[in-house]
Nanobody, 124 residues
Framework: QVQLVESGGGTVQAGGSLTLSCAAS????????MGWFRQAPGKEREFVAA????????YYADSVKGRFTISRDNGKNSVHLQMNSLKPEDTAVYYC?????????????????WGQGTQVTVSS
């Protein structure tokens, strides 16, 4: 069982930066690949970024590639999403997710645990 709590959301102007964090409980955190997803009002949830259990592999949605960076600290049971050059279209609730497997996945259905989400608002 893994419980996830996101933090770091807020309101920022376009071009600004935010870092989201996800704190995980459970001794098996390092055995889980992690991902970030987001959902904007009136839209479906979409994949943002994922990282393997070791942190050695990462994958990004085309819309955030080059602007966002996912990282993890297995010693601190945490995963982070550094977001730079934010755009108004990045406005959404961001969710942290964990899957009981070590490899990266971009489908939300492959993730077993989800956080409650944190709001990110980018003003123009």
């Amino acid at each position: 069982q893994v419980q996830l709590v996101e933090s770091g959301g807020g309101t920022v102007q376009a071009g600004g930066s935010l870092t989201l964090s996800c704190a995980a409980s459970g001794r098996t955190f390092s055995r889980h690949a992690m991902g970030w997803f987001r959902q904007a009002p009136g839209k479906e949830r979409e994949f943002v970024a994922a990282i393997s259990w070791s942190g050695g592999s990462t994958y990004y949605a085309d819309s955030v590639k080059g602007r966002f960076t996912i990282s993890r600290d297995n010693g601190k049971n945490s995963v982070h999403l550094q977001m730079n050059s934010l755009k108004p279209e990045d406005t959404a609730v961001y969710y942290c997710a964990a899957r009981s497997g070590t490899g990266i996945a971009i489908l939300g259905a492959l993730y077993d645990y989800w956080g409650q989400g944190t709001q990110v608002t980018v003003s123009s």
